[in-house]
């Protein structure tokens, strides 16, 4: 259990150490059990349930006036918002 921890970088007290030598026995156990399971003829699968899309449909609705949104920004110039040059140009 210490060369363990050590991979992990954990300080356990011994207490601890003997707590998780039960707790990895127990989770090592689990595992044995999972690859004993007949797998032939399952498909892989990224997840258990069937995944749908649950995002609404895009449609075309009502949009902002252009004039009207540009009027409101600090600084607009040419149809466009303008802001501060963030990259130097080549």
Excluded at 17 to 45: F, K, N, Y
Excluded at 47 to 75: C, I, M, Q, W
């Amino acid at each position: 259990m210490e060369h363990v921890a050590r991979l992990a970088r954990l300080s356990l007290t011994d207490d601890e150490a003997e707590r998780m030598v039960g707790e990895l026995s127990g989770i090592l156990e689990h595992v044995e059990d999972l690859a004993a399971i007949d797998l032939d003829g399952v498909p892989p699968t990224a997840h258990p349930l069937p995944l749908v899309n649950v995002l609404r449909a895009d449609e075309v609705g009502p949009t902002l006036d252009r004039e009207e949104v540009l009027a409101a920004a600090p600084d607009a110039a040419d149809g466009r918002f303008r802001v501060p040059r963030i990259l130097d140009a080549p």
